[in-house]
């Protein structure tokens, strides 16, 4: 039998050749997690080609049209997708997080609905959680769901969320009671519902992947409910768990960021030891995030754990320090240097404010993971 070791060198030489070999489609660039508007149709047809040569929903189970792709197998498909500058699949909400929320919470006429229009790329989703006063404090959230005998009425605002201008299903979580975390329920929304509005919000780097999202008497049917009503707290915390792993993935891109960082040094005759120093400092660092982004995966930790808050706070602090390296290092070279250096450093301190900020992340390793008093 072959060593893990073998079958993942065998399988970033079956991926590498594919991905050399396959088309690109017009306009397809590696746009990260969330495509843009003028993203989607390119990153649609890539995904369906994923999908048709077995590399879309890697860690799905074989049954749901996955691949039961081992920790390994997953970071290098990332690796080689990220070296090759195309994305790994049309968005990181479906396959990465509501795919798998909706298997272990969904009915079984639930998954049969959805799954499959994330795994071929014909449906893309939107993450419904994030609100103007509740945003690392989910429990604060304020969009209410109310319930009559045809089904569920949505009142409230989102904010923050990613994709949700181009998306096709959002996962939301609303308030059914009083109750700090028990009154909380999760939902699958159909974006095209009428008294939903979309406004993208521009941000620094000039793309416009986060909007506010308005629910205006948003008429949901009763089997709109994921989970139980009442389940909304295991649901979301289930789903941002599950982000924490996707976000240590980005090692990889990482990686390249850094090494664009050293070219444009090297280029301009700047890598003096000390800058030498820096980046040897960094690599070691993003090195690590991998190594526990691996471990996390490989464990048989509950996704939900506070533990993984860690993977989401070491990868943001990470990401503003490349930025602050490249600019410290290149000046206002570093806004010509390369588009994708550029990005990451226009939005490497957002890193540590989205998804929870870093403060929260603390916290909650502090209280949750160290015992240690509020």
């Known amino acids: 039998m072959a060593s893990s070791e073998e079958s993942g060198t065998e399988f970033r030489a079956e991926v590498r050749a594919w991905l050399s070999a396959a088309p690109r489609p017009d306009g397809l660039r590696d746009y990260g997690g969330t495509p843009e508007a003028a993203d989607v149709p390119a990153g649609r047809q890539w995904h369906r080609m994923l999908a048709a040569a077995g590399y879309a929903c890697l860690h799905w189970p074989v049954e749901r049209g996955g691949r039961d792709a081992s920790v390994l197998e997953q970071a290098i498909f990332a690796e080689e997708t990220t070296r090759a500058g195309v994305p790994r699949q049309l968005n990181i909400v479906g396959p990465d997080l509501a795919g798998p929320v909706i298997m272990r919470f969904g009915t079984e006429a639930q998954q049969q609905r959805f799954l499959p229009g994330i795994r071929s790329g014909d449906h893309l989703w939107c993450q419904l959680f994030s609100e103007p006063e509740a945003g690392s404090d989910l429990a604060s959230l304020r969009t209410k769901a109310r319930q009559d005998d045809d089904g569920w009425t ?14 096709d299903y959002g996962l939301l979580i609303a308030r059914t009671g009083e109750e700090r975390y028990q ?27 986060f909007n506010e999202v308005f629910f205006d008497a948003v008429r949901l049917p009763r089997d709109a409910v994921l ?7 295991p649901v979301a915390t289930a789903t941002l768990g599950q982000e924490r792993l996707s976000l240590g993935a980005q090692a990889v ?3 390249e960021a850094l090494r664009s960082v050293a070219d444009a040094a090297r280029q301009r005759d700047l890598l003096d030891p000390l800058l030498r120093d820096s980046i040897i400092r960094l690599w070691t660092r993003i090195w690590l995030l991998r190594a526990t ?14 533990a993984f808050s860690v993977l989401k706070l070491v990868s943001s602090e990470i990401y503003r320090d490349l930025g602050d390296l490249a600019t410290a290092a290149l000046g ?9 250096l550029v990005r990451r450093m226009l939005v490497g301190r957002a ?15 502090a209280e949750r993971v160290l015992g240690l008093p509020r």
């Open 154 to 167: 949505i009142e409230g605002q989102k904010v923050w969320t990613s994709a949700a201008a181009v998306a």
């Open 183 to 209: 009154g909380l329920t999760a939902f699958v929304v159909d974006m095209s519902l009428p008294g939903i509005t979309v406004r993208p919000l521009r941000q620094l780097d000039g793309e416009s992947k």
């Open 227 to 233: 989970g139980a009503v009442g389940q909304g707290w």
């Open 253 to 255: 891109g990482m990686f």
């Open 293 to 306: 982004w691996l471990r996390a995966l490989s464990g048989d930790t509950e996704l939900s754990s506070p």
């Open 332 to 340: 206002v070279d570093a806004l010509v240097a390369d588009e994708q």
């Open 351 to 365: 890193q540590t404010i989205l998804g929870g900020t870093s403060e929260i992340q603390r916290n909650i390793l």
